[in-house]
């Protein structure tokens, strides 16, 4: 069982960024590796979508509506994952979630909400 912590959410105003972390307290790195780390998010009424997802010597895979916009990261050391976002807009606004997937295995943070309004 992985006990998942996101931090970093907030209110912005249009244009800014925010930088999402992930992290499980205590995970040893060979863990962290073993997992695909991967950002959701989902916005009042609407369904759960993926952000970003990263897995150890692979490339990132982003959804299409934040592509150029958002940017997600590990640093192996800390076992931490990142979501940096830009230029946010709107519409970005909604729960983000972490998630930690390993075949059949799948752990969810409890979410950190982002709000984009002027």
């Known amino acids: 069982q992985l006990h998942i912590v996101e931090s970093g959410g907030g209110l912005v105003q249009p244009g800014e960024s925010l930088k999402l972390s992930c992290t499980v307290p205590?995970?040893?790195?060979?863990?962290?590796?073993?997992?695909?780390w991967s950002w959701y998010r989902q916005a009042p009424g609407k369904q759960r979508e993926l952000v970003a997802s990263?897995?150890?010597?692979?490339?990132?895979v982003y959804g299409d509506i934040v592509k150029g916009r958002f940017t997600i990261s590990r640093n192996n050391n800390k076992k931490t994952t990142y979501l940096q976002m830009t230029n946010l807009e709107p519409q970005d606004t909604a729960v983000y979630y972490c998630?930690?997937?390993?075949?059949?295995?799948?752990?969810w943070g409890q979410g950190t909400q982002v709000t984009v309004s002027a």
């Open positions: 205590r995970i040893i790195l060979s863990t962290f590796t073993k997992y695909i």
């Open positions: 998630k930690a997937h390993r075949g059949n295995e799948e752990y």
């Open positions: 990263s897995e150890a010597g692979s490339g990132a």
